[in-house]
T-cell receptor
Framework: LAKTTQPISMDSYEGQEVNITCSHN???????ITWYQQFPSQGPRFIIQ???TKVTNEVASLFIPADRKSSTLSLPRVSLSDTAVYYC??????????????FGGGTRVLVKP | GAVVSQHPSRVICKSGTSVKIECRSL??????MFWYRQFPKQSLMLMAT?????????EQGVEKDKFLINHASLTLSTLTVTSAHPEDSSFYIC?????????????FGSGTRLTVV
């Protein structure tokens, strides 16, 4: 599985856009990029998944450059409730049963009033 | 859809006793379940992978005789921490993936906070 590198922490303010970049230099051709959010004492929650270019859902956007060696999770107009740890994972298609998820260090995002 | 229920959410046990944690997929059949352990301020560490009806596959360094995993049905997997010690105190999380094409990826339980005293 491709190793990922993320900033340890980021601070932001309510209403701002938060962008978290993840490096995955040895991503394989079949690998997808998936982001999870985790609140204290809770299990991770799936945010978004992508393979290339841009993916957007109701929660976030995921930007993936052509070389796929990095990706950026964009959280628009964050609120205090977006304070959490965000994990970037790289691996096989998430819907394929049997692919295990290996978590990196994650980015601790603190949203301030 | 794709809900995973984990029980109990918190448990305190005495050193030397065993504790069982349940992980249930409520609205889908989980062909594969995963168990993670998370220490404070740290990331999730995969402990083992279990497939329904077969023996679990443990990650390197995880004692299979200490962390017993049973995946007897497509909706239930259990993790039993045997002869628990204070160093086993941690946050245990399960996740599941099944045959339903949910588009939600892996679904995680809410976790179990184990404290061994």
């Amino acid at each position: 599985l491709a190793k990922t590198t993320q900033p340890i922490s980021m601070d932001s303010y309510e209403g701002q856009e938060v962008n978290i970049t993840c490096s995955h230099n040895n991503i394989a051709t079949n690998d997808y990029i998936t982001w999870y959010q985790q609140f204290p004492s809770q299990g991770p929650r799936f945010i978004i998944q992508g393979y290339k270019t841009k993916v957007t859902n109701e929660v976030a956007s995921l930007f993936i450059p052509a070389d796929r060696k990095s990706s950026t999770l964009s959280l628009p107009r964050v609120s205090l409730s977006d304070t959490a740890v965000y994990y970037c994972l790289v691996g096989g298609l998430i819907k394929a049963a049997g692919n295990k998820l290996t978590f990196g260090g994650g980015t601790r995002v603190l949203v301030k009033p | 859809g794709a809900v995973v229920s984990q029980h109990p959410s918190r448990v305190i046990c005495k050193s030397g006793t065993s504790v069982k944690i349940e992980c249930r997929s409520l609205d889908f059949q989980a062909t594969t379940m995963f168990w993670y352990r998370q220490f404070p301020k740290q990331s999730l560490m995969l402990m083992a992978t279990s497939n329904e009806g077969s023996k679990a596959t443990y990650e390197q360094g995880v004692e299979k005789d200490k962390f017993l995993i049973n995946h007897a049905s497509l909706t239930l997997s259990t993790l039993t921490v045997t002869s628990a010690h204070p160093e086993d105190s941690s946050f245990y999380i399960c996740s599941a993936i099944g045959t339903v094409n949910t588009n939600y990826g892996y679904t995680f339980g809410s976790g179990t906070r184990l404290t061994v005293v």
